[in-house]
């Protein structure tokens, strides 16, 4: 199987597979999905009873219009910035599983009176600024007069297998690559195919219907029906355009390099034990 990195941005990537098998393109999809850990909230403390605040002096009720357990499933869903070359999973640390550390933990803190609207940018990290929430926009929970919050949050590794809140990508999806072919000879440039086509694929130059964007196909053949005898589309089964965007806990890049060093570990293992039955 060999990769080419076609666009690689900070949160999406495509690439170009060639000489592979679709369960090997289905697998690295699969590993994309469900193997790559991130950090993400697990445990959330409430702070019942009045809460003040330093700036004016106000103080409310530790309450707001939805129920705990709403604003802790939302907390869970916010992208935390994850560096794999640090953290670790907590039952990989040394000290008890019901503990934690700066290796295994990152802890934040979510303190806001009313009337305001909480977002994933009022989310203070006690590690360090560098793991706010590169998203801060993202919208918790709307307080009126008289009510607060004021929550302490930590974050731990997790894979998408466990739940979809330590799921790193999303929209990771492979088709075959499409091949359109034109035939000029029985081409009347009625530019019909250009017009049916709803990926762009077609294109008038100079008066004359060209393939422009063959990439763009996504073999729904609406071309062929409309044309026929000008127009053929036909994929390669070892070739695949391969896509994927990630939360912006990871970047693109990170997230594709560990999905394939995770891959060749698997691999390596399965070799092993295969050869130790013989």
């Excluded at 495509?14 to 993400?40: C, E, G, H, Q, W």
């Excluded at 994850?82 to 040394?94: A, G, N, V, Y």
């Excluded at 049916?196 to 063959?214: A, Q, R, S, T």
Aim: net charge negative; charged share 30%.
């Amino acid at each position: 199987m060999q990769i080419d990195v076609l666009e690689m941005e900070e949160t999406k990537a495509k690439l170009l597979i060639y000489d592979a098998d679709p369960f090997l393109v289905n697998t690295l999809r699969r590993t994309l999905i469900s193997d790559i850990p991130k950090m993400a909230i697990e445990e959330v403390d409430f702070h019942l009873g009045p809460i003040g605040t330093s700036d004016d002096g106000r103080v409310a009720d530790g309450s707001s219009p939805l129920f705990d357990e709403i604003i802790a499933h939302r907390l869970g869903l916010i992208p935390i910035p994850t560096d794999l070359k640090i953290f670790k999973f907590r039952s990989e640390c040394d000290h008890p599983p019901e503990e934690s550390c700066p290796l295994c933990t990152l802890t934040y803190v979510l303190h806001k009176v009313g009337p305001c609207t909480v977002y994933s940018g009022d989310m203070e990290p006690i590690n360090g600024a560098e793991y706010k929430p590169k998203d801060e926009l993202i919208p918790i929970v709307e307080l009126s007069e008289g009510q607060a919050v004021y929550i302490t949050a930590n974050a731990v590794l997790g894979t998408g297998k466990e739940h979809s809140k330590w799921q790193v990508t999303s929209g990771v999806g492979y088709k075959y690559y499409p091949m359109v072919y034109l035939d000029d000879s029985n081409c009347s440039d009625c530019k019909k195919c250009i017009e049916v086509c709803p990926k762009e694929v077609f294109e008038e130059i100079d008066g004359k219907v060209v393939v422009k964007n063959p990439e763009n196909c996504s073999l729904c053949n609406a071309c062929v029906e409309e044309c026929p005898d000008a127009v053929r589309v036909e994929s390669d089964p070892t070739k695949f355009l391969f896509r994927f965007e990630t939360d912006g806990s990871l970047s693109a890049e990170e997230t594709l390099k560990y999905a394939l060093e995770h891959l060749a570990e698997r691999f390596e293992a399965l070799r092993e034990n295969v050869s130790d039955l013989k």
